[in-house]
């Protein structure tokens, strides 16, 4: 196969609208839709890592597509009916497999490089200045299955020409894309056998933590077993004979079973913590992950004012270092709290993009009330936390009425929250200063233990005492 061949499938062919469909059927969902993939420290152009893994979240509806326009490729030469004049000729079947086959998997890999692309500006021309290689693998895996689909479903049409096996494919497909593709935290239906069968899919799930990637056995597995699919495809696509056809099945059984061997069972093991971006970088007693190493100084800087401040409130057991979580939880899960550091998520909405004394506010309000429950857009959560950490927060920084950490919102539900800590606080302000120093303490201690925040506020108001 030569360029000019190539040339003349990439103009005169389907091919090139497979990757145009990738690219821009991506790109229209990430521009045009305001969905998560925009909000938090896992946003798709916050991070490499997380920017390679919403690319390839969304190939659960690509991936079938492209072994649809294969297979529509593929019907090429029966449709035209010059299926016996071309096998008459004497060049090798291969070789012409090849020229329609090359010409796909170019358009594919090249649609999806330009998405990866369009996405890597923004991430490089973002805030961040960490540059990790563990995110080649995780889109290079994904173009290497569009260009497996798409070359599977070539073949299968040419074994099966019949205008029933586009559409019986790419649906084929879809359903099992999406019978595969674990959830947002990685899991599925229990049984080592049903773990391992998510890997097969091309798509993973949408990233939910900064610090969350794949294990390289997956990428080995996944590699093994889609490189198998590409060998039977292009078996399919280049054999002209039945004990061909059925010897070309070998290469897809092989590759799945080194798969299956190789593959995690749990999804802890295929969904794993970054260990390079979540080395710790440290300014005294103030440690980040190396990922948002370039949030240090201005977290540092708050920190010393807001260590300041819990010591003067809570006395020697008050914490003495700040440092940014890193364990990996399940969704709706409880995060292990410390009284001995303050635990930063950059995915919170109260650290998301503070700044200035908003962060120290922050700060001292984790410090204070810290809270289990998540409060990010992924998870929702956090408005009682939110009051109750504001109570606690302007009663340290003696503020002359309560300011509220966050937005209050106007819905029935957060009127009747912020009414409540608005009466707790009053309560709490009348008291005498010793009385209000030790419902803080006990709030603290109930927080800790990860209480319900709700349930704290008649610790703040002196009503459990009576």
């Known amino acids: 196969m030569n360029g000019r061949v190539l040339g003349i499938e990439l103009r005169r062919s389907v091919a090139p609208w497979a990757g145009l469909v990738v690219l821009a059927g991506s790109l229209a969902v990430f521009f045009l839709i305001d969905g998560i993939w925009w909000r938090g420290a896992a946003g798709w152009t916050a991070q490499w890592t997380s920017m390679a893994m919403w690319t390839r979240s969304f190939l659960v509806f690509w991936w079938p597509l492209a072994v649809g326009f294969g297979a529509v490729y593929g019907l090429r030469d029966s449709r035209s009916r010059m299926g016996e004049l071309l096998s008459s000729t004497p060049r090798p079947a291969w070789r012409r497999a090849a020229a329609p086959g090359g010409a796909l998997a170019l358009a594919l890999a090249a649609g999806f490089g330009v998405l990866v692309l369009v996405g890597g500006v923004q991430v490089a021309l973002g805030p961040t200045t960490y540059l990790p290689l563990g995110w080649l693998p995780i889109s290079l895996v994904a173009a290497l299955g569009l260009v497996a689909g798409g070359v599977f479903g070539m073949g299968v049409a040419r074994a099966l020409p019949s205008v029933l096996t586009p559409p019986a494919l790419a649906l084929g497909f879809l359903l099992l894309s999406m019978a595969l593709t674990p959830n947002s935290d990685g899991s599925h239906p229990a049984g080592r056998s049903a773990n391992q069968l998510t890997q097969l899919s091309l798509a993973t799930a949408s990233p939910r933590q900064l610090l969350l990637t794949l294990s390289w056995a997956v990428h080995l597995g996944q590699a093994l077993w889609l490189l198998g699919l590409l060998g039977t495809g292009f078996a399919l696509l280049s ?7 059925a010897l070309a099945v070998l290469p897809v059984v092989v590759g799945l079973a080194l798969a299956l061997l190789v593959l995690p069972g749990a999804p802890r093991d295929s969904y794993v913590v970054d260990r390079a971006a979540a080395v710790p970088v440290c300014a005294g007693p103030v440690c980040v992950t190396r990922v948002n190493s370039d949030r240090l100084p201005e977290v540092a800087l708050r920190s010393k004012e807001a ?8 006395g020697d057991a008050a914490p003495s270092a700040v440092r940014e979580d890193t364990e990996l939880r399940d969704i709706g899960a409880d995060r292990r709290l410390s009284a001995d550091a303050v635990l930063v998520d950059f995915d919170e909405r109260l650290f998301r993009d503070a700044t200035g004394e908003a962060l120290t506010r922050a700060l001292i309000a984790q410090g204070l009330a ?6 990010n857009d992924r998870e929702g959560g956090g408005r009682p936390d939110i009051a109750v950490q504001s ?3 302007s009663w340290a ?3 002359a009425r309560l300011q509220a950490l966050a937005d209050k919102g106007s819905d029935a539900y957060s009127l009747r929250i912020w009414a409540d800590a608005d009466a707790a606080w009053e309560r709490l302000t009348s008291a005498p200063p010793a009385e209000q120093r030790a419902r803080i303490a006990a709030l603290r201690a109930t927080m800790l233990s990860c209480s319900s925040a709700s349930g704290v506020l008649p610790i703040v108001s002196g009503e459990a005492a009576r």
């Not at 260590?307 to 809570?314: P, T, Y």
Request: contains cysteine; charged residues 20%.
């Open 397 to 399: 920084l003696h503020d």
């Open 239 to 245: 054999t002209v004979t039945r004990r061909g056809r």
């Open 307 to 314: 260590l300041k401040v819990l010591h003067e409130v809570l």
């Open 370 to 375: 810290p809270n289990c429950s998540p409060s």
């Open 391 to 393: 109570i606690a927060v």
